[in-house]
């Protein structure tokens, strides 16, 4: 899962050479003009596939967002994978945001589970229960549990986790990806206290969701 960091998502590097090659192929039979709409597809191929590097907070209690997106949901549920009261923070992603995701907690995973689903608007707060989705649960070295839940979008069709069972993650650290556009929820104990609101705009790792008790 670790390795040198690529810039460019290593999830991307097929679509984007795909894309530059058919351009590249367009613009030397055809001419550029022919070919604009296809290095359109490259640039955006580009930017979708980015994967900046990001500086960890110092602080061990925090829970650090585990992807690039806008705030949706803030709120006291039940969570549905642990069956307890949790306080659940969602990110929405676009498809102009970096899509790698991120642990948002130091901890060991205890089980994961994976669930075919819909594909409905990641947007829609029934998401979190009827698309596809791919869910952790970490436990911090505090004992605190996490549930960190990966959710397909409307045209996402594509979860990516590498994490397994019983592997011990580090804050900040890249976990997994989804192909295009799409949210992740994060189910925190309900003694922890938000820092997010809804309508933020948050960058994994670097942005704080909340602090843990």
Request: charged share 20%; net charge positive.
């Amino acid at each position: 899962m670790n390795y040198p960091h690529p810039i460019i998502a290593r999830e991307g590097w097929p679509f984007l050479a795909a894309s530059i090659a058919a351009a590249a192929i367009v613009h030397g039979f055809a001419g550029l003009w022919w070919a604009l709409p296809l290095w359109g597809i490259a640039m955006f191929m580009l930017q979708f596939f980015r994967d900046p590097p990001r500086t960890v907070p110092s602080d061990p209690k925090a829970v650090l967002s585990p992807a690039d997106g806008r705030i949706v949901a803030v709120e006291r549920v039940e969570d549905p994978y642990l069956k307890r009261e949790a306080l659940k923070v969602s990110v929405f992603m676009n498809v102009f945001n970096a899509h790698s995701n991120r642990s948002p907690v130091d901890g060991e995973i205890r089980e994961a589970w994976y669930f075919p689903g819909k594909f409905v608007n990641a947007d829609l707060a029934k998401a979190s229960l009827e698309n596809e989705r791919n869910a952790l649960w970490i436990r911090t070295p505090d004992g605190a549990d996490i549930t960190c839940v990966q959710v397909a979008g409307l045209i996402a069709r594509r979860i990516l986790c590498y994490a397994k069972t019983g592997q011990k993650l580090a804050r900040g650290e890249r976990y997994g990806f989804i192909r295009f556009g799409s949210r992740v929820d994060v189910y925190l104990p309900l003694a922890a206290m938000p820092r997010a609101s809804v309508g933020d705009k948050v960058y994994a790792t670097e942005t704080v969701l909340a602090v843990l008790p």
